[in-house]
């Protein structure tokens, strides 16, 4: 099972090299379901395995001339807040128990993995459609403030609870509210990404007891495998792995629901 795990850490980095994005969804349930390891501590796992994978995702956009730096710092602002709080107020005070009824206890482990299921399927539908409907906004829209801290402040907030990147959130949102061209969204919302998940990381310190050795061999595979997976990626159609990924996303999202309900 431990090889499975390490195995699946690379794939991890894999899909995101082939995909542009998506990748990081799968880092909750590898640490759950293949190493074992308890929903909420997976989540601050992930915030250090998805920050510094997408931190590297980054750097490749940046030498590109892909990352909006002004937006990254403005949009990045509001949702590095709620993701630093979501971490440091929120997590510590999720009961082990949250409700009982007749015969059926709903535990922290159940809520977790049942709201990261949610996001599963939300994420896989919109690499199912496709961006298809962002690329078509060519013309910048103008700047609405109000929405766009409310958006930050979302993706921040989903980013602190389950420690996902949440990029399928943020590049529509992005392209639609802050006018960048899909390239220019992508390698924005890795920078994003990166900020975010780390900052939400360090809050965690002091929460948790790290397992160090593991953390970063699960890192260091996931970042290879973006290599890897940018280099295949350059050989095979993305669009159509983005959507084969999607249904795969799709299936798992099903089967964590099934799992912890039934």
């Not at 989540?43 to 980054?58: D, E």
């Not at 939300?122 to 403030?145: D, F, Q, T, W, Y």
Request: aromatic letters at 10%; a positive charge.
């Amino acid at each position: 099972m431990e090889i499975l795990a390490y195995v699946a850490s690379a794939f991890i980095g894999i899909s995101l090299g082939l995909t542009g994005g998506g990748g990081s969804i799968l880092t909750v349930p590898v640490m759950v379901y293949l190493f074992g390891i308890d929903p909420l501590m997976a989540t601050s796992y992930s915030l250090f395995v998805v920050g510094l994978t997408s931190l590297v995702g980054a750097y490749q956009n940046y030498k590109l001339g892909f990352i909006q730096m002004r937006t990254a710092f403005m949009f990045g602002l509001c949702s590095i807040v709620a993701v630093w709080l979501t971490r440091k107020l929120l997590i510590p005070i999720i009961p082990e128990h949250i409700f009982t009824t007749n015969h059926f206890v709903f535990t922290s482990h159940m809520f977790m993995m049942v709201l990261f299921a949610i996001l599963m399927v939300a994420a896989a539908v919109s690499m199912i459609k496709g961006r298809k409907e962002c690329e078509s906004n060519v013309v910048p829209p103008s700047l609405n403030l109000p929405k766009m801290v409310l958006y930050g402040l979302g993706i921040g907030f989903t980013t602190g609870l389950l420690g996902a990147g949440g990029g399928f959130l943020l590049i529509p949102t992005l392209v639609v509210l802050m006018g960048l061209p899909m390239k220019e969204a992508i390698g924005t919302s890795l920078l994003i990404i990166a900020l975010n998940s780390l900052i939400g990381f360090t809050a965690d310190i002091g929460h948790f007891h790290m397992d160090w050795p593991l953390l970063l061999s699960v890192t260091g595979l996931a970042i290879m495998g973006v290599f890897a997976g940018g280099l295949l990626g350059a050989r095979l159609n993305g669009g159509k792995l983005k959507i084969g990924f999607g249904w795969f996303v799709l299936v798992m999202g099903v089967f964590i629901l099934l799992k912890e309900l039934l």
